[in-house]
């Protein structure tokens, strides 16, 4: 079996796994904005009783996961988390984007054969994703790579808004739930969530104008995308990509597009453990069954 585990901003899981099934999961509150110092002991102390079980351990984390280093961007701090866990666990690690993961598990377990080539979008908090090109996952050893939330857009006759990663107009800036929130907020004069726009305000003629833009930001990324990867399917997920309205009317506007920039857009098949289960496939492609 592999330990699974999945490091988030907000909650961690972990879960034994077998043959892409979980077996046991635990879930506990996330201290990647407290204390990263801990963080390694907390994972090891979360799969007790274990380890003897298991021949590997897979880890989807969000932030920029290289080879042997994760950097947390929310946090500005990064760690040594492949040696640390092999230490602590007395097994081979694997490390890897979350959004990257679940791209892994789309790419493993869609129902019919594919092409080799899968772009997997998350629009939630932020924007992510993960590249499996010619069946191999897209990865960078200091782990920039495949953020495809930070790819520029263009935007006509629009004032350029400014990303926290120092650029501006990408992705993450213009259609990510916060980004979505941010900007409804100052539409309708009070703090709402992107999931409150969605559900109250969806006739009021600005907010009406400001899920085009995104959902045009979301259509330019798949473009740019598409002539870069080559690829036929794009599989687009997360809390606001999954939503009826961001499917609807992306898969409209993509039809709009030049033949070449043509793809299939589909919703994710993996389910809500997408980043365990994919972590865990790709362990087993890279290090074997044990
Ligand atoms: P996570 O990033 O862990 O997926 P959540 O799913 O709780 O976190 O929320 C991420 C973002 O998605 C938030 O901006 C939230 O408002 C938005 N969101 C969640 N559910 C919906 C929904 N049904 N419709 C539109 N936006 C949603
Ligand atoms: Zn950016």
Known sequence: MIIAIDVGGTKISAALVKDSKIIEIRKVESIVHQDLAYLASYLINLCEGWTEQAYSVAVACSGL???????????????PLKLQLETGFGLPVVMLNDAAAAAWAEYSLRPNPLDSTLV?????????????????????ADGFCAHI??????????????????RFNCAEALASGTAIANQASSIVNKAVSCKTVFNEYGCHPEIVQLLEQATDAIVELIANIKALTGTGIVVLGGSVGSTHL???RIKKKLKALPTIYQVELVAP?????????????????????G
């Not at 993960?130 to 960078?140: D, E, R």
């Not at 350029?160 to 990663?165: G, K, L, M, P, T």
């Not at 453990?273 to 994919?278: K, R, T």
């Open 65 to 79: 996961v290289g080879t042997e280093r994760v950097n947390f961007l929310s946090a500005n701090d990064s760690l």
């Open 120 to 140: 997997y979008i998350t629009v939630s908090t932020g924007v992510g994703g993960g590249i499996v090109q010619n069946g191999q996952l897209v990865m960078a």
């Open 149 to 166: 939330g930070h790819m520029s857009v263009s935007r006509p006759e629009l004032p350029a808004i400014e990303c926290h990663c120092g």
């Open 246 to 248: 961001f499917q609807e």
């Open 269 to 289: 098949v993996s389910g809500e453990h997408a980043d365990l289960i994919g972590a865990a496939l790709y362990a087993d492609s890279v290090i074997g069954c």
